[in-house]
């Protein structure tokens, strides 16, 4: 299970920090948690993951510099924390954990399985 908070209202140029607490019995199963976001119209992206395994992230070019994806073990929960958020960031943004993995040539797609319920994000003056 995966349960989020810290969405809202937020002018340009300001942060917010969405969090997203995991529990349930396949906790030591995950391999990945990400953040994804769907702006209205359209589709949605991936934003940012961590590998539990390695701490290793990962972020959309459009966030790269702007958004920090952490964790915190004790309390398995992972944190994004967005700076200089721009009227372009409004979107519902859910976490997901992927318990596998694809692998097509050199590219890996996670199979994200469990899904937060979302947690609104509105960037605007």
């Known amino acids: 299970r995966l349960v989020e908070a810290g969405g809202g209202l937020v002018e340009p140029g300001g942060s917010l920090t969405l969090s997203c607490a995991a529990s349930?019995?396949?906790?030591?199963?995950?391999?990945?948690i990400g953040w994804h976001r769907r702006a209205p119209g359209k589709e949605r992206e991936e934003v940012s993951y961590?590998?539990?395994?390695?701490?290793?992230?990962y972020y959309h070019e459009s966030v790269t510099g702007r958004f920090t994806i952490s964790r915190d073990i004790a309390s398995n929960t992972v944190y994004l924390r967005m700076n200089n958020l721009k009227p372009e960031d409004t979107a519902v943004y859910s976490c997901?954990?992927?318990?596998?993995?694809?692998?097509?040539?050199?590219?890996?797609?996670?199979?994200?399985?469990?899904w937060g319920q979302g947690s609104q994000v509105a960037v605007s003056s």
């Open positions: 961590i590998i539990l395994g390695n701490n290793k992230t």
């Open positions: 349930g019995p396949h906790l030591n199963y995950i391999l990945v």
């Open positions: 997901a954990a992927a318990l596998g993995l694809t692998r097509i040539g050199t590219k890996t797609i996670y199979e994200y399985e469990y």
